[in-house]
């Protein structure tokens, strides 16, 4: 069974920065590729970040320069350094995972290429 346990969400001000954290295995981060998705209520899931399997990263444009996706591979949890937070930003954020295949670089932001999915932890951003 994949675990995906999301934190770290809350409120802050514009401006502001929160740091999320999804809890996972050690085997799920070995073999799985993650992202982080977004999704406001009435509009589709987004994809906001992704790493790749070279550890080289991938991020929705309007997140560029302002959030840092990350792995800890000690504690097994993939991390988002959220700075310099927006209004727009506010959603419910989810973790996501599916298994690489063999040679797969993973990185996608693709809502379809996943289909392991955490509960989700709020975060507002208000004025």
């Known amino acids: 069974e994949v675990q995906l346990v999301e934190s770290g969400g809350g409120s802050v001000q514009t401006g502001g920065s929160l740091r999320l954290s999804c809890a996972t295995s050690?085997?799920?981060?070995?073999?799985?590729?993650m992202a982080w998705f977004r999704q406001v209520p009435g509009k589709s899931r987004e994809g906001v970040a992704a790493m790749f399997r070279d550890g080289n990263t991938n991020y929705l444009d309007s997140v560029k320069g302002r959030f840092t996706i990350s792995q800890d591979t000690v504690k097994n949890t993939l991390d988002l350094q959220m700075n310099n937070l927006e209004r727009d930003d506010t959603a419910v954020y989810y973790c996501a995972a599916d298994y690489a295949v063999s040679g797969e670089s993973c990185g996608s932001l693709d809502v379809f290429r996943y289909v392991e999915w955490g509960q989700g932890t709020q975060v507002t951003v208000s004025s």
């Open positions: 050690n085997y799920v981060q070995s073999r799985y590729c």
